[in-house]
């Protein structure tokens, strides 16, 4: 191993995505929680960066380890964007991912293929003692007429993957690693993080 880095999450479905996505880097990933209870991160919706910040921040100061935060959301074109930001609370609090999951399609019902267009946007920060850098990475799509495929979490089952015309859900983690927005915006952070820490 080249370093290790601690996740400020305690979303199991993302640390096991960064866990693979940064391990053909020889970058090892811990949730910071195992080491230090830092707390929750209260996220300020301003900002997909500045949420990533807050989290990243919050654990570098309370540990003094290299930290990454990240804020990520589904934007779909015909509402607007929403539900962006709020894509971990829409709905309510207390929906699930299938009451979420549930609510986008009623609110596409009947919406044709070419305007069900969306994209899943994440935003990486790291903190260290040398500073704070943002990543960003986006992957295109559109949301299906029905949830497909098992794989995943949050919306997988309802965001089609054009070139493929499949869910993440069905095309499965593998898959998802190589094309997510999330494996775009952490790529880029494991080759800062050779580059200019681990050498
Ligand atoms: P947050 O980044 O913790 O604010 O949550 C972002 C929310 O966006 C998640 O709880 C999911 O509902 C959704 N989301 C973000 N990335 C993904 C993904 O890769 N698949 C499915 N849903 C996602």
Redesign the pocket.
């Known amino acids: 191993m080249k370093g290790e880095v601690y996740l400020v999450?305690r979303?199991e479905g993302?640390l096991r995505?960064v866990k693979d996505i940064l391990s053909p880097f020889s970058i090892s990933v811990r949730s910071i929680y195992e080491v230090c209870d830092v707390g929750t991160v209260e996220?300020k919706g301003e900002s997909y960066a500045l949420?990533a910040l807050l989290k990243a921040r919050r654990g570098f100061e309370k540990t003094g380890k290299i930290s990454l935060g990240?804020?990520?959301?589904?934007e779909v074109d015909y509402l607007e964007g929403a539900p962006g930001l709020y894509?971990?609370r829409w709905g309510g609090e207390n929906a699930s991912?299938g009451d979420?999951i549930s609510l986008l399609l009623e609110l596409l019902q009947g919406v044709p293929q070419q305007k069900r267009t969306a994209r899943?946007v994440?935003v990486v920060a790291l903190v260290w003692e040398r500073g704070e850098e943002i990543f960003r990475g986006v992957c295109e799509g559109y949301i299906a007429e029905e949830a497909r495929g098992e794989a995943?979490?949050?919306?997988?089952p309802i965001?089609v993957f054009p070139p493929e015309g499949k869910t993440?859900a069905e095309l499965g983690s593998e898959f998802?690693n190589r094309y997510?927005?999330?494996s775009r915006a952490f790529r880029q952070s494991a080759e800062f993080l050779l580059r200019e820490v681990f050498h």
């Open positions: 999450t979303n993302k995505e996220e949420n990240e804020d990520s959301g589904l894509s971990a991912p979420k899943f994440c995943g979490f949050g919306y997988d965001f993440f998802k997510s927005h999330r």
